[in-house]
């Protein structure tokens, strides 16, 4: 395996994240018989948790609209029927609830 692709693996966000949780769990097993050590330890392992579900939910939020759009402009653009287009985004903005707000994120953190 080439440097770069074992860089690109351990700097992950799913390596870190595990990595962070895991240390945590090792501690809290080590020094487990203080109620602070293993407080701090929970906190700190459901907190990265929550943090990363929320960034990755983002992610694949902003994702989804990226290929809806794309989908719905190669429809648009082999001749498709306006309804067919609509159905499209309908079905890309209903599942964009499943995983975040969608519109919400339409044109955030982008510049025109």
């Known amino acids: 395996m080439k440097k ?3 860089i690109k693996k ?3 966000r799913k ?3 595990t990595l ?3 240390i945590a769990a090792i ?3 080590i020094v487990g018989d203080s109620i602070i050590v293993n407080a701090v330890a929970g906190l700190v392992m459901a907190s990265i ?3 990363y579900c929320i960034i990755e939910g983002n992610i694949d939020a902003k994702s989804l609209k990226q290929m809806t759009d794309a989908a719905a402009n190669a ?3 082999f001749g498709a029927g306006k309804e067919t287009v609509d159905k499209i985004e309908k079905v890309g903005d209903a599942v964009g609830t499943l995983i975040g707000d969608v519109k919400a994120l339409d044109g955030a953190g982008e510049q025109e």
Do not use: K, P, R, Y
Request: glycine residues 0%; proline residues 0%; without cysteine.
């Open 10 to 12: 351990f700097t992950s």
């Open 15 to 17: 390596f870190l994240l």
């Open 27 to 29: 501690v809290a097993i």
């Open 4 to 6: 770069e692709q074992l």
């Open 20 to 22: 962070v949780v895991n």
């Open 49 to 51: 948790t929550a943090v």
């Open 75 to 77: 429809a648009d653009a």
